[in-house]
């Protein structure tokens, strides 16, 4: 019984953090269409799953992000939005963030998320990448991502897979590059589906993560590598990756 009394005692005392588990929130507020409890081949129940599987408690909404809505949330998931955010809404997450909050935003496509990226001090192209290198099926848009940087989220990595990626890199010191394409990376400037003069060829961030405040962040240029098709071999291996390193940091 002693030792009963002593664990109630412990368990009273520690803090809430050690007895709840990390919740994460998957935004379907804007427009998206590829759906954490779906299992469509372009749903992303698989992801959600790998988060349960990490210990996180998994939740949806289609409310506005602001404060009440993100108030008892860890880790924000914005994948494959449709339609922007409210500047309020920019504000909202961003201070999440700051206090201490896990984000990931994948992109299906950049404009609706625009001021999101600027506020975290994120730039990206005006069009999807190709590559001459490491193509998937034929595809210039699907390839193989093999130039990664030393980083939690790439930890026992060799490579993984895009399916139609926009090019990002950080504005700000501390936004760094953790993936990117080869030399031959390249975007399509004039819009004509071929490499020529005024495009634009050189090695293109696919994913940039920082620290912000007490938190962090990564964006993928990518939300179709962790969709339920994609993800398995080394895609699978990346979402573990990203499901443990946005869990909240203890405090010292």
Same mark, same amino acid.
């Given at each position: 019984?002693? !030792?009963?009394?002593?664990?109630?005692?412990?368990? =009273?005392?520690?803090?809430?953090?050690?007895?709840? =588990?990390?919740?994460? $929130?998957?935004?379907?507020?804007?427009?998206?269409?590829?759906?954490?409890?779906?299992?469509?081949? $372009?749903?992303?129940?698989?992801?959600? #799953?790998?988060?349960t599987a990490a210990g996180c408690e998994v939740?949806?909404? @289609?409310?506005?992000?602001n404060a009440a809505a993100l108030a008892g949330?860890?880790?924000?998931?914005?994948?494959?939005?449709?339609?922007? $955010? +409210?500047?309020?809404?920019? +504000? *909202?997450?961003?201070?999440?963030?700051?206090?201490?909050? @896990?984000? *990931?935003?994948?992109?299906?496509?950049?404009?609706?998320?625009?001021?999101?990226?600027? *506020? $975290?001090?994120?730039?990206?192209? /005006?069009?999807?990448?190709?590559?001459?290198?490491? &193509?998937?099926? #034929?595809?210039?848009?699907?390839?193989?991502?093999?130039? &990664?940087?030393?980083?939690?989220?790439? =930890?026992?990595?060799?490579?993984? =897979?895009?399916?139609?990626? !926009?090019?990002?890199?950080?504005?700000?010191?501390?936004?760094?590059?953790?993936?990117?394409?080869?030399?031959? @990376? !390249?975007?399509?400037? /004039?819009?004509?589906?071929?490499? #020529?003069? @005024?495009?634009?060829?050189?090695?293109?961030?696919?994913?940039?993560?920082?620290?912000?405040?007490?938190?962090?962040?990564?964006?993928?240029?990518?939300?179709?590598?962790?969709?339920?098709?994609?993800?398995? #071999? /080394? /895609?699978?291996?990346?979402?573990?990756?990203?499901?443990?390193?946005?869990?909240?940091?203890?405090?010292?």
């Open positions: 019984m002693k !030792w009963l009394f002593a664990l109630l005692l412990f368990l =009273a005392a520690a803090p809430q953090s050690l007895l709840a =588990a990390p919740v994460v $929130l998957f935004d379907e507020g804007h427009g998206q269409q590829f759906l954490a409890r779906g299992d469509r081949p $372009l749903d992303l129940a698989a992801l959600a #799953g790998v988060f939740r949806t909404s @289609g409310q506005p992000l949330i860890d880790v924000l998931v914005l994948s494959g939005a449709f339609q922007p $955010l +409210t500047a309020d809404e920019v +504000t *909202a997450v961003r201070e999440f963030v700051v206090r201490g909050g @896990g984000l *990931a935003v994948m992109l299906h496509i950049a404009p609706p998320v625009a001021s999101l990226l600027h *506020a $975290l001090e994120v730039d990206f192209t /005006n069009g999807t990448l190709r590559e001459k290198d490491h &193509l998937i099926g #034929g595809s210039r848009q699907d390839f193989r991502v093999l130039d &990664l940087v030393a980083h939690p989220l790439t =930890a026992g990595l060799t490579d993984f =897979a895009v399916y139609g990626a !926009w090019a990002l890199r950080g504005t700000a010191p501390g936004v760094d590059v953790v993936a990117r394409t080869g030399a031959h @990376g !390249w975007v399509d400037l /004039n819009h004509d589906g071929q490499l #020529g003069r @005024g495009d634009a060829m050189q090695p293109f961030g696919v994913a940039v993560a920082a620290t912000l405040g007490r938190g962090r962040f990564v964006v993928f240029g990518d939300d179709a590598l962790f969709q339920n098709r994609f993800l398995e #071999g /080394n /895609n699978l291996v990346l979402a573990g990756n990203l499901a443990r390193w946005l869990q909240p940091v203890p405090s010292p």
